[in-house]
T-cell receptor
Framework: AQSVTQPDIHITVSEGASLELRCNYSYGATPYLFWYVQSPGQGLQLLLKYFSGDTLVQGIKGFEAEFKRSQSSFNLRKPSVHWSDAAEYFCAVGAWNTNAGKSTFGDGTTLTVKP | GAVVSQHPSWVICKSGTSVKIECRSLDFQATTMFWYRQFPKQSLMLMATSNEGSKATYEQGVEKDKFLINHASLTLSTLTVTSAHPEDSSFYIC???????????FGQGTRLTVV
């Protein structure tokens, strides 16, 4: 069974500082990996995704993530955080073949940005 | 990207009544759709897989008689919460993958409040 672990429940960073949110996955084959952001009371917005190819993927809003198969990780990074980045971040692994599109989410990391 | 629309965005209903939530794929056909539930400050949990032309597949612990799913066409799946109770109050989100893709597109979610 697939699973996702986000070890950090809550992270606080100062505006302008760098950010890294951790994600570890468990999946029996090549995973499809996603990062989503959710503002309070809102739906999900896709930040970036990894299917294959270059292990460093670029996303929207200046985010990037690196897929490391040896570590079963897909950590999200941003070099300089803005106050508007404060939100809930979810890492997810997607199934393929007969379960294409079915996603398993981590518990999320709440990001607080200090002025 | 593909668009998935959910309706309504929010709904308030009285205990004991039923409420229907619609999930539509606007610019693609979806033989499969997924329904998730998100309680406050928690992650998204898959409730069921909606299959066009056949019965939905429910995750363990989800009451199929309480959460009725109908996938009547290739662009519409509905979730009906029957005999709603306050503990059913939650954020419900649907998603649909395009073709055989492992990327699913999410609706904007429906906030259900049962009073």
């Amino acid at each position: 069974a697939q699973s996702v672990t986000q070890p950090d429940i809550h992270i606080t960073v100062s505006e302008g500082a760098s950010l890294e949110l951790r994600c570890n996955y468990s999946y029996g084959a090549t995973p499809y990996l996603f990062w989503y952001v959710q503002s309070p009371g809102q739906g999900l917005q896709l930040l970036l995704k990894y299917f294959s190819g270059d292990t460093l993927v670029q996303g929207i809003k200046g985010f990037e993530a690196e897929f490391k198969r040896s570590q079963s990780s897909f950590n999200l990074r941003k070099p300089s955080v803005h106050w508007s980045d404060a939100a809930e971040y979810f890492c997810a692994v997607g199934a393929w073949n007969t379960n294409a599109g079915k996603s398993t989410f981590g518990d999320g990391t709440t990001l607080t940005v200090k002025p | 990207g593909a668009v998935v629309s959910q309706h309504p965005s929010w709904v308030i209903c009285k205990s004991g009544t039923s409420v229907k939530i619609e999930c539509r794929s606007l610019d693609f056909q979806a033989t499969t759709m997924f329904w998730y539930r998100q309680f406050p400050k928690q992650s998204l949990m898959l409730m069921a897989t909606s299959n066009e032309g056949s019965k939905a597949t429910y995750e363990q612990g989800v009451e199929k008689d309480k959460f009725l799913i109908n996938h009547a066409s290739l662009t519409l799946s509905t979730l009906t919460v029957t005999s709603a109770h306050p503990e059913d109050s939650s954020f419900y989100i649907c998603s649909a993958p395009t073709g055989g893709s492992s990327e699913a597109f999410f609706g904007q979610g429906t906030r259900l409040t049962v009073v």
